[in-house]
């Protein structure tokens, strides 16, 4: 089954403790992203990347890194989390071949206390 | 830069009545537009998509949108909608002419159907 695959799907952290959300997908895709969903605000992007080892910042990427070293997996990185991170992120991928539809993952759900 | 404005951020409807929840982009390049839906408690999930050709475009679900390029408006209808439907709607643009291939998002429109 085609599909995107984020862990994990609800994570409490502390102030401060690095954490990684994996992302991972099984349909050959170039284009993948990650956004945040807040009440009020919609989806953000925080970065997206067009192919392997080439990444660019989205609109809000203060306190997150990523890295795409492998075509398949694009994990989203936070070095310090603040409880301004907390927040539902979603990783996404899509292909030019397939007209630009970005197929989602199920979300992952971070508080950070 | 793009962007995309629902103008709509809760629509009530009584089931069986017609929607329509309005969409408008900015963007300076040709664009790519998208509708999704977000089930409660669920991811994202692509409804329909126009890149060219016919403005009319129809998605899953009954749903379908059209493409006015001089309005830049892409909003999205349905003739009858039904209890399932409830859910939020986003629309997304992606300015071919960029070549980052970005997907940006309005901020979602809250869609309350009514028995």
Not at chain 1, 61 to 80: A, C, T
Request: aromatic share 12%; with cysteine; proline share 5%.
């Amino acid at each position: 089954e085609a599909q995107v695959t984020q862990n994990p799907r609800y994570l409490i952290t502390v102030t401060g403790k690095k954490l990684t959300v994996t992302c991972s997908q099984n349909m050959n895709h170039e284009y993948m992203s990650w956004y945040r969903q807040d009440p009020g605000l919609g989806l953000r992007q925080i970065y997206y990347s067009m192919n392997v080892e080439v990444t660019d910042k989205g609109d809000v990427p203060e306190g997150y890194k990523v890295s795409r070293k492998e075509k398949r997996n694009f994990p989203l990185i936070l070095e310090s989390p603040s409880p301004n991170q907390t927040s539902l992120y979603f990783c996404a991928s899509s292909s030019q071949t397939g007209g630009f539809g970005y197929t989602f993952g199920s979300g992952t759900r971070l508080t950070v206390v | 830069a793009q962007s995309v404005t629902q103008l709509d951020s809760q629509v009530p409807v009584f089931e069986e009545a017609p929607v329509e929840l309005r969409c408008n982009y900015s963007s300076s390049v040709s664009v790519y537009l998208f509708w999704y839906v977000q089930y409660p408690n669920q991811g994202l999930q692509l409804l329909l998509k126009y890149l060219s050709g016919s403005t009319l475009v129809k998605g899953i679900n009954g749903f379908e949108a059209e493409f006015n390029k001089s309005q830049t408006s892409f909003h999205l209808r349905k003739p009858s909608v039904h209890i399932s439907d409830t859910a939020e709607y986003f629309c997304a643009v992606i300015s071919s002419g960029a070549g980052s291939y970005q997907l940006t998002f309005g901020k979602g429109t809250k869609l309350s159907v009514i028995p």
